[in-house]
C-alpha cells in the first residue's frame, strides 16, 4: 500500500507497549504508537497490514452508510427488539400538547402523542418506552441466568450507558445496559454471565475468562460481535 493511499492519524499513548491500527467511524484510520516510537516505520507496516485496514475500513464505511440512514428517520416507523424477536409498528398523533407521551393500545403497536413535530420530545418518549421494556426484559432475564449457573447478585439497576453493555460494583450491583435490547439474545445472555462471573472474580484475570467459558464458550467470538453491535445501534436511542 503507498504511504499516501489511505488517511490516518497518529496517537501517541503513553500506555502503549507497541504499535496497533485502530479503525473507527469517528477517526478512520488511527495509529497508536508508543511514546518515543519511530513514526517512519509506520508507512511500512500499514503495507504489510493492507488487507486487515482495506477490510476495517470498509466495515466502517457500511456503518457510517446505516448511520446516515438513519439520521434522516425522525421518529422510526418500526422498533425491533432482537433479544426477544418482537416489533412493533410506531404510530403518531399530533396534538396541542408541549409533551410527547408514549403507549401501546395493543401488542405490537404504540402510539406517540403530542408534539410530534419536536424530534427531542419524541426521542425521550421513546427512550423511556425502552428503558421500562430494559425493566421488564433483562432483570428477569438476569435472575433465571442467576439461578442457572448458581451465582447469586444483591441488586441490578438499568442504564443508558455509552461505552458498556454492563458492569459489576465490588458490592454485588450489577449494571446492564437498556441497548442490551437492540442484539441478538445468544450476546444477551453471554453478557450477563459476563456480569455474573464479575461477582466471584471482579476483574479479567486468566481465572474469570476460565469461569466465563465454563458457562459461555464461545466468549470471544462474543466480543468481537459485540463490537459490531455497537455501531448498529438505531440513532434515536442515544
Known amino acids: 500500500m503507498p504511504d499516501s493511499s489511505i488517511p490516518y492519524s497518529i496517537r501517541v499513548s503513553p500506555r502503549a507497549r507497541y504499535l496497533r491500527f485502530r479503525v473507527t467511524v469517528d477517526k478512520g484510520l488511527e495509529v497508536v504508537v508508543p511514546r518515543g516510537y519511530d513514526q517512519r516505520r509506520i508507512p511500512a507496516l500499514l503495507s504489510t497490514n493492507e488487507m486487515w485496514v482495506q477490510t476495517a475500513l470498509q466495515r466502517v464505511e457500511q456503518v457510517r452508510r446505516l448511520q446516515s440512514a438513519q439520521a434522516t428517520e425522525t421518529i422510526p416507523t418500526t422498533i425491533k427488539l432482537p433479544c426477544i424477536g418482537r416489533e412493533w409498528y410506531v ?46 426484559i433483562l432483570i428477569p432475564w438476569l435472575g433465571t441466568v442467576s439461578r442457572e449457573i448458581g451465582i447469586p447478585f444483591t441488586k441490578t439497576a438499568i442504564r443508558k450507558q455509552k461505552s458498556r453493555w454492563g458492569s459489576c460494583s465490588r458490592i454485588g450491583t450489577i449494571s446492564l445496559n437498556a441497548k442490551l435490547l437492540f442484539i441478538d439474545p445468544d450476546l444477551v445472555r453471554y453478557i450477563l454471565i459476563h456480569e455474573l462471573c464479575h461477582i466471584r472474580e471482579l476483574n479479567h484475570s486468566p481465572r474469570f475468562w476460565k469461569l466465563v467459558s465454563a458457562y459461555y464458550k464461545p466468549y470471544k467470538q462474543a466480543h468481537a460481535r459485540l463490537t459490531v453491535a455497537w455501531r448498529t445501534m438505531p440513532r434515536w436511542v442515544g
Do not use: F, N, Y
Not at 425521550?124 to 430494559?134: D, F, G
Open 91 to 136: 404510530e403518531t398523533i399530533a396534538s396541542r400538547s408541549r409533551t410527547v407521551t408514549i403507549d401501546e393500545p395493543v401488542a405490537g403497536r404504540i402510539v406517540l402523542r403530542g408534539r410530534i413535530d419536536d424530534a427531542e420530545k419524541c426521542e425521550a418518549a421513546l427512550q423511556r418506552w425502552v428503558m421500562r421494556q430494559a425493566h421488564d
